[in-house]
């Protein structure tokens, strides 16, 4: 078969299209939409996928292009890239034509006229004339275009009532004709990209061999979370589309979505698949027995099928360690699990002399190890056996794969605003898998505790208390983590003692996940009249491949952000904004450091202004300490730790976004002396204390989270 090839007409086509943002999609509106579907809904979710899928597909052609260090010249991802380009192409110019009436026309639900929908794009490429070209005039017209600075969704009921409104109106018998060939349009893409995962894993391996490299370096790490993130929500949607018009109504079902996913029974499933590939792998008459612990009435509205992808590479890593452990000789000896614990591959080659248990007598497996564990092709398994293993899997389920069943999980999990995280459990030589998703979280919200109790608002009568809430550079992080420390965690030391801070900062929130997911409920209801607020996002909102947090920084991240300004001095409290901290950014020709937050930071000056509301420019000036250190002073700030350094990091790590405890002491120090110059009411600033990371505090995992 030929090779599909990208004409210089196609790159322009591909560039403009890349040039426009992608638009977030939540999974109450997907739910909200599809519930009743009708030939009017589904036109409508044709017309804003036959907008959105080209800018995804563009976003990742025109990102396969520009790999750094020679990986976009693989053969394997050139291919990837051409399918990438091929999915564009044929979206473009091969959309289904209908013909439509006027009176039809009219009868669709206009846009306008509702307050939320499918979310609307701020412009639409295929409204210029010259991007036109191939869609035919007799497509069912693509709806108005909203422009920057025009207000966006704000309310999810309204949108039942837009489905409703085309649920009454009648359709011709060509727009359902168009709905069947735009769905089976959808379906050859999906077909088509089956093999992405394995064939990015070949591409990597053949760049592994080329460069003579050991393990895949961050920026390829990242780069895959990236691409398989935007992957798996190009999947979603398409899945979604194609099953609201091809499957049967289900009570508790609307596309692929379950209203009432049962935990217990999709847990139970992963079990016994797991099992069965265990036992079929090592030829085993009954594999390690695992005991749910799990309400069987425990329901929430999910994926099925993320969660279950998710449960399976846990337990599939968790009877292969036990099996190794043990021997497949020893089937009586297995252990009965009673929770979700699975060992991590041994690094030590002399694991047999390593007695369990022993806490004196530490295997490098006993470390937290989940930078390894959770990256991409970190595995057992050799180059050669891997190759083979990726040429042959055929989306089998091998007992060893090839290194991306965990970190693909954690991304499934990451995609609704869920985590998954390692914790090494030192002694055992096992660590602890937790998975929670974004509709869990939300349940567990009545349980959220800020502070100790009635009287946490202030810690003596008179003293305001501090709460902060941002992202993981404010974030106050625990023992398993030092000695990562964010800046909120390091600020009670520049405060006076009578002031109580609740820093309520979430690891990988954006201004929209933080609220959707219920996290400024328990922070609102514990501010008191005077009490100070300190809100820094930004971050995360710029993440377009993550719709639970993507915000656009002129529309929707000055809509979070004013609801966090008007809830609080609703409550009588002061607010004060905090432009993102800058990332250790230097140009690569020997310049000073750069920005890199876009027009986030600009966004959150311009609402301070409109606002009168107090502004610390922490990208202004963590930028400037940057420019002050240079590139090599400044990595004393971040995270950098050499293989050894530290026992939660064996291997090292250089992260230019966190802190290392040095670094977030030093960026409280400017946040605090920028408050005292600010003169907030009754705030007060320890100026004669000295502070060094000895003064730091790392929780327990789980003590005072919000």
């Not at 052609?61 to 999915?87: F, H, N, R, T």
């Not at 210029?128 to 035919?136: E, S």
């Not at 992202?471 to 009670?492: F, I, K, M, R």
């Not at 007060?684 to 730091?696: N, Q, T």
Request: glycine share 8%.
């Amino acid at each position: 078969m030929s090779r599909f090839r990208i004409s210089g007409a196609l790159w322009d086509k591909i560039h403009h299209f890349a040039s426009f943002p992608q638009t977030g999609v939540s999974l109450q509106q997907m739910i909200l939409f599809g519930q009743h579907p009708s030939q009017g809904t589904l036109l409508k979710a044709s017309q804003f996928l036959s907008e959105e899928l080209p800018i995804r597909l563009s976003h990742r052609v025109v990102e396969l292009e520009s790999l750094p260090d020679g990986l976009s010249q693989m053969p394997s991802i050139e291919k990837v890239k051409e399918w990438y380009a091929q999915s564009f192409e044929v979206r473009a110019h091969h959309l289904p034509k209908t013909k439509t009436t006027k009176r039809h026309r009219a009868e669709a639900p206009d846009a306008r006229s509702r307050t939320h929908h499918l979310p609307l794009r701020h412009a639409q490429p295929v409204s210029r004339p010259a991007d036109a070209r191939g869609t035919g005039g007799d497509t069912p017209d693509p709806g108005p275009t909203v422009h920057a600075g025009e207000s966006r969704n704000k309310r999810d009921g309204v949108w039942r009532d837009e489905a409703e409104d085309t649920d009454r109106a009648e359709y011709p018998p060509e727009v359902h004709e168009y709905n069947e060939a735009f769905t089976q349009l959808l379906q050859n893409i999906k077909k088509r990209h089956d093999p992405t995962v394995t064939t990015v894993a070949q591409g990597v391996l053949e760049w592994k061999r080329k460069q003579k490299a050991g393990r895949i370096g961050q920026s390829i790490q990242e780069w895959l979370d990236r691409f398989y993130m935007s992957r798996i929500g190009i999947r979603f949607l398409i899945g979604q589309h194609v099953a609201l018009n091809t499957l049967s109504p289900h009570p508790d079902y609307v596309g692929i979505i379950c209203t009432r996913a049962n935990v217990h029974d999709i847990c139970h499933e992963a079990i016994e698949n797991a099992r069965f590939v265990c036992e079929e792998h090592y030829a085993l008459f009954k594999g390690p027995p695992i005991q749910l612990l799990c309400p069987k009435d425990l329901t929430f509205a999910y994926v099925p099928g993320h969660l279950s992808h998710i449960c399976f590479e846990l337990l599939k890593n968790s009877l292969r360690a036990v099996v190794e452990r043990y021997g497949v000789d020893n089937e009586d000896a297995f252990p009965r699990s009673r929770w979700w614990s699975w060992r991590v591959p041994r690094i030590s080659p002399s694991r047999s002399q390593m007695k369990e248990g022993d806490p004196k007598k530490r295997d490098p497996a006993h470390m937290d190890v989940s930078g390894l564990v959770l990256s991409y092709l970190y595995t057992t398994m050799s180059d050669e056996g891997l190759e083979a293993n990726i040429e042959s899997s055929d989306f089998k389920a091998p007992m060893a794969g090839f290194g991306y069943g965990l970190p693909l999980s954690r991304l499934y999990a990451r995609f609704f605003g869920g985590d998954l995280r390692l914790i090494s459990m030192d002694g055992y030589g096992t660590a602890f898998v937790e998975s929670r998703a974004a509709a869990m979280i939300r349940q567990e919200q009545a349980r959220a505790i800020v502070g100790d109790g009635p009287s946490a608002g202030h810690a003596e009568s008179g003293w305001p208390t501090v709460f902060i809430i941002g992202d993981s550079t404010a974030s106050t992080w625990t023992t398993v983590h030092a000695p990562e420390t964010g800046w909120g965690q390091a600020l009670p030391l520049f405060l006076d003692r009578r002031h109580r801070v609740v820093n309520a900062a979430l690891s990988g929130a954006s201004s929209k996940s933080f609220a959707e997911a219920g996290r400024f409920d328990p922070v609102l209801s514990a501010i008191r009249p005077g009490d100070v607020l300190l809100v820094s996002f930004g971050h995360n909102d710029e993440k377009v491949d993550i719709p639970t947090h993507y915000t656009e920084p002129w529309t929707t991240y000055q809509e979070y952000l004013t609801g966090y300004l008007d809830g609080a001095h609703g409550k009588g409290a002061q607010v004060v904004l905090v432009t993102s901290v800058e990332r250790r950014r230097f140009d690569s020709a020997g310049g000073g450091p750069y920005t890199t937050h876009g027009d986030y930071s600009k966004s959150m000056r311009a609402l301070a202004d409109r606002r009168d509301v107090p502004l610390v420019d922490l990208a202004e000036l963590s930028l400037r300490r940057w420019k002050q250190l240079g590139k090599e002073g400044s990595t004393e700030y971040f995270l950098w730790l050499k293989p050894g350094e530290s026992n939660n990091y064996p291997e090292g790590v250089e992260d230019d976004t966190h802190f290392s405890g040095f670094g977030a002491i030093e960026v409280a120090r400017i946040v605090a002396e920028e408050l005292e110059n600010m003169e907030i009411r009754d705030l007060r600033i320890a100026r004669d204390s000295v502070v060094s990371e000895k003064d730091l505090v790392w929780p327990e995992p789980g003590e005072g989270s919000v």
